[in-house]
């Protein structure tokens, strides 16, 4: 098999755990990129790097920028907490990163570029999820319209393709799609407060969507909690 070159947003959580193994059983050859953001806990890059080896990517690069110095969200703001419930329908709530979605598939596109990848995968997802504004189909669509206008790959004939495998999928769905590619979901955390040892909250969004999938799923749950 001639396996083409993509590159895999790798956070360390459990949606892009399953895109990871989704573009490898699509034959791609994964360069994994994951973003140190100044984000509460580095125990999600771990999980990434663990990710990363036990799903046979090429590599895996972290890129530092630290979006801790803008602020304005609880994930990169230690004087914001974190909220332990639900927000009401229609209202994003504070844990939203502004633009790091943009910033993310910025850096992987210039990263593919390097390698002559045309390949992005990201693992946004727009049912089980927060409401962020950066995970709906329509932004996937908006930034791969972009990336084939501002690159010289595009220009010269190898335009960029964005894939967001999971977008429409339940995260139920997503669970049982990643437990059939043997995807190991202990090795993976996607608490926003997780401790040291990667330990989840269990009370945070990130948490309650979580459980509630495996328990969707019929699947048993792997999650370490406090």
């Given amino acids: 098999m001639t396996h083409r070159d993509a590159i895999v947003l790798l956070s360390g959580g459990l949606d892009s755990a399953t ?8 034959g791609f050859r994964c360069h994994c990129l994951s973003l140190d953001y100044g984000q509460r806990h580095r125990a999600e890059l771990d999980a990434a790097a663990r990710v990363a080896r036990a799903l046979g ?15 304005g969200s609880a994930l990169t703001d230690t004087r914001l907490a974190v909220p332990t419930q639900a927000s009401p329908p229609g209202e994003i ?14 850096l992987a596109l210039a990263w593919a570029e390097v390698l002559g990848a045309q390949d992005i995968f990201i693992g946004a997802n727009a049912v089980d999820y927060s409401g962020y504004p950066d995970c ?15 690159t010289r790959a595009a220009v010269e004939g190898h335009p ?8 429409a999928l339940t995260k139920a769905d997503i669970i049982r799609r990643g437990v059939s590619l043997g995807v190991d ?18 009370l945070c969004d990130a948490c309650r969507l979580r459980r509630k999938g495996f328990q969707d799923a019929g699947v048993a749950d792997p999650t370490r909690y406090r």
């Avoid at 960029?160 to 977008?167: D, E, K, Q, Y």
Wanted: contains cysteine; aromatic residues 8%; proline residues 5%.
């Fill in 93 to 106: 709530p504070i844990t939203y990163v502004p633009a790091r979605n943009t910033i993310m598939l910025a």
């Fill in 185 to 202: 979901f202990s090795l993976t955390v996607s608490c926003y407060q997780a401790d040291d040892e990667g330990r989840a909250c269990g």
């Fill in 160 to 167: 960029t393709r964005i894939h967001a495998p999971l977008i």
């Fill in 19 to 26: 895109t990871l193994a989704i573009a490898s059983a699509e």
């Fill in 57 to 71: 990517a090429a590599e895996q690069r972290v890129v530092t920028l630290d979006l801790s110095v803008f602020g």
């Fill in 136 to 150: 709906r189909p329509e932004y996937i669509a908006a930034f791969e319209r972009m990336a084939n206008l501002a």
